[in-house]
């Protein structure tokens, strides 16, 4: 990767139109600093400084995408609460589409709060209440998907095993839009147990891979490219769910790409350091799916998402990418090689 060839698949891809589906949820980030223990039990206490709030799950990869897309639009389950107002009012100040969002008074709006520390996570929080879509609901939304199929270039299911994302939804617009030709791509959930079959890419971290493919892994000190638990899950899991890719993340090992009729690519880290993982999996899929409908070969997307999973990790809070900051960081990784 070359930072000609980066600005070429970013340029490609930035005019194209992208739409996230899967759980939405509000990420609520409480800042503070910790002087004691409390004397009502062994825990420590949090003097607040401040709170931040972030669009979270599918909805933070629709935040990804939109750094460098100017078309994405999200596609999800929100309550009629406070939390879901804020959910789109911060969606729609980063001029994301949610008009073709469901509210439902059934549910709450799902919300993650972490108190931070001293940059430590002390504790989370999580508000939500899995409930799944109804049959009216399901027939609604892939209408609506088949409608836009036409003005759409890709679709990522994001799976956070909250409910929204049940086989018939994901089956009939799967039909829709492998019919039209779209890049279909995914990042399951394995508590989910749904069919994924037919995607163009999918993408796991390696717990999950591992669980999908009903393998426990007996080592996990050795290299990814030596390691034949990681290679037999790859293998399986591409063969089963017929996706053309298959990049699976290993956190501080980095990623490694298994393609029909290749060998599997370890793509190591670039990470420098690590402040905050929160959401780096949706960083990773958004700049996957980003690239290859930017023309990039399956290799050279990985690559891509694997130094945007770099810039996310090294920030607290559920953090984006902007185009000027991963060049620059690829910038620097090359002068380094260099050297």
Not at 32 to 58: C, L, N
Not at 129 to 154: F, G, H
Request: aromatic letters at 6%; proline letters at 4%; a negative charge.
């Amino acid at each position: 990767m070359n930072l000609k060839r980066l600005d070429q698949i970013l340029d490609q891809a930035s005019e194209k139109r992208f739409l996230v589906i899967g759980d939405l949820m509000l990420d609520e980030f409480v800042w503070g600093k910790v002087g004691r223990i409390s004397p009502e039990a062994p825990v420590p206490v949090v003097e607040v400084t401040g709170e931040s709030f972030y669009p979270g799950g599918a909805a933070n990869v629709a935040r990804n995408l939109r750094e460098f897309a100017a078309n994405v639009s999200v596609l999800g389950m929100v309550g009629k609460d406070r939390s879901g107002v804020m959910l789109r009012d911060l969606l729609a100040d980063q001029e994301i589409d949610t008009s073709n969002c469901i509210e439902d008074e059934r549910i709450c709006t799902i919300v993650k709060t972490r108190i931070i520390a001293r940059n430590q996570q002390v504790v989370r929080v999580d508000r939500e209440r899995v409930i799944n879509p109804s049959l009216t609901q399901i027939e609604k939304i892939v209408k609506t998907v088949a409608e836009r199929i036409s003005e759409l270039d890709a679709i990522i299911f994001e799976d956070y095993g909250k409910g929204f994302l049940v086989n018939e939804l994901i089956a009939q617009i799967a039909r829709v839009a492998q019919s039209a030709g779209k890049i279909l791509t995914a990042d399951p959930n394995p508590r989910n147990l749904v069919d994924w079959n037919g995607m163009t890419a999918i993408k796991p971290n390696q717990a999950e891979a591992l669980m999908a493919a009903k393998i426990t892994a007996m080592e996990d000190d050795k290299p990814p490219d030596q390691d034949a638990d990681l290679t037999r899950a790859g293998t399986a899991l591409l063969e089963k769910w017929n996706a053309k890719y298959l990049l699976i993340t290993l956190g501080e090992k980095g990623m490694m790409l298994f393609q029909t009729n290749d060998k599997p690519h370890h793509i190591p880290t670039k990470a420098r350091q690590v402040f905050d993982v929160s959401g780096a999996g949706d960083t990773a899929i958004a700049l996957f799916t980003l690239a290859l409908v930017g023309q990039a070969t399956p290799l050279e997307a990985a690559q891509i998402a694997n130094y945007a999973s770099a810039v996310a990790v090294g920030k607290l809070g559920t953090a984006t990418v902007g185009r000027q900051e991963l060049a620059a960081y690829v910038e620097r990784d090359m002068q380094q090689n260099n050297k």
